[in-house]
């Protein structure tokens, strides 16, 4: 059975930090690009950043840029979302997602919540 399971999420202020974990398990996590995405009420799910098997490439949404830093770590099986200088606009759930290279096939976590708020 596949799993993805993101924590760290929680409520902090503008101008904050957070890291986001995704732990991986039911795969061979280092043949599967990984990527977060979020959610805010009422919207559609967005692409935050994504990084390849490696971690060699990574991506950001302009909304995002200079700002995050994904990360991957193939030892512990985890990805990682760094969240610096935070805005009331980033507040969403943020998912995790797994695309398998083999097959394309695609997995998601249950989400974390971010709340960004004085």
């Known amino acids: 059975q596949v799993q993805l399971v993101e924590s760290g999420g929680g409520l902090v202020q503008p101008g904050g930090s957070l890291r986001l974990s995704c732990a991986a398990s039911?795969?061979?996590?280092?043949?599967?690009?990984m990527s977060w995405h979020r959610q805010a009420p009422g919207k559609e799910r967005e692409l935050v950043a994504t990084?390849?098997?490696?971690?060699?490439?990574?991506n950001y949404a302009d909304s995002v840029k200079g700002r995050f830093t994904i990360s991957r770590d193939n030892t512990k099986n985890t990805v990682y979302l760094q969240m610096n200088s935070l805005k009331p606009e980033d507040t969403a759930v943020y998912y995790c997602?797994?695309?398998?290279?083999?097959?394309?096939?695609?997995?998601w976590g249950q989400g974390t919540q971010v709340t960004v708020s004085s």
């Open positions: 039911g795969f061979t996590f280092s043949s599967a690009a």
């Open positions: 990084i390849s098997t490696l971690g060699g490439t990574r």
């Open positions: 997602r797994a695309r398998r290279i083999t097959t394309g096939y695609i997995d």
